[in-house]
């Protein structure tokens, strides 16, 4: 990322002592260097492909073709069929070289049916839960790990975070809460290796703080879409507002936004994010990638 201002490029000169001294307290309490690249490529809506430690882990896979299924009851353009838009690659290409599939929770628009079609039975699979676990074995998966707290795979550690997919007004209606049901979030890391957390479908929880304060992470991902329910204030997931607190909490940490543009009940745009970013003066640190595109820290 570039500065793009001159308050930028003096803020970058002032911060270097800065920076020295707490690489030099880090280094101290034992932290390894960081001189390895971790890669993350946006597919579209919330599936991604991240390659950490040499490890490429496939996360949220939704595979349908453009308009495969009906919108989301009960929610924002539910007359609007799903996904918005296609795949910017083969199912193929997407699944290509996945040595794991990470499933944050089993809505359709992070697990669908076509990806039980395309994904091999023996892929490993990290889950949230025995429930979901019990669901994707019924589907014909072989190779289902329930990620309770921490699991080791390919010299990568995951560790499971935790969030709410809703308001506490939402989740007070015993059915509307049934229907949102838990989702996770998952921190990778490994030696030389910035800390990445993907937060998942979670609105802004102390959770979140909690995840930020234990792992410290140098890479954010945020599912940033600001899904809407018919009937109620707030979202079911994050939006713009929290990318912003994001940067905020994490002052030296690069942001991902993901999770727009693809589903119906989504009420904010990439090109709304843009401009929020902008206008915060934030976009340097903050990638907002259009599906397809590769982004490297």
Same mark, same amino acid.
Not at 211 to 236: C, F, K, R, T
Not at 247 to 253: E, V
């Given at each position: ?107 359709? /628009?992070?697990? *669908?049916? $076509?990806?039980? &079609?395309?994904? @091999?039975?023996? +892929? ?55 229907a949102l049901g838990p989702a996770m979030g998952v921190v990778f890391e490994a030696p030389g290796h910035k800390t990445l ?8 929880? /102390?959770?979140? *703080?909690? $995840?930020?304060? &234990?792992?410290? @992470?140098?890479? +954010? ?77």
């Open positions: 990322m570039y500065m793009k201002t001159l308050a930028g490029t003096l803020a970058l000169a002032l911060s270097v002592t800065t920076g020295a001294a707490l690489a030099q307290t880090k280094a101290s309490a034992g932290r390894q260097p960081i001189n390895e690249k971790v890669q993350l490529q946006q597919i579209r809506n919330a599936t991604v492909k991240i390659t950490y430690a040499d490890t490429t882990f496939l996360i949220d896979p939704m595979l349908a073709r453009k308009g495969a299924y009906p919108g989301f009851d009960g929610t924002y353009r539910s007359t609007l069929r799903n996904p918005l838009v296609e795949l910017p690659m083969s199912e193929k290409e997407v699944i290509a070289g996945a040595d794991a599939v990470i499933i944050t929770h089993t809505h359709l /628009d992070h697990w *669908d049916d $076509a990806a039980q &079609q395309f994904l @091999p039975k023996g +892929i490993p699979l990290f889950v949230q839960n025995q429930a979901d676990a019990s669901l994707i074995r019924s589907q014909g998966f072989t190779n289902v790990r329930v990620l309770s707290d921490k699991a080791k795979f390919g010299g990568v550690t995951l560790s499971k975070t935790g969030g709410q997919h809703g308001t506490d007004e939402m989740f007070a209606s015993a059915e509307v809460a049934k957390y993907l937060v998942g479908d979670t609105i802004w929880r /102390d959770d979140v *703080d909690q $995840a930020l304060a &234990q792992y410290d @992470p140098q890479i +954010i991902v945020i599912n940033a879409g600001y899904a809407v329910m018919d009937g109620y204030e707030g979202s079911i997931i994050m939006g713009k507002e929290d990318v912003l607190r994001a940067s905020q909490a994490a002052p030296d940490a690069s942001i991902v936004a993901t999770h727009m543009d693809a589903i119906n009940h989504m009420f904010q745009t990439r090109k709304e994010l843009r401009e929020y970013v902008q206008e915060k003066n934030i976009q340097d640190r903050v990638e907002i990638p259009e599906d397809g595109a590769i982004v490297e820290f």
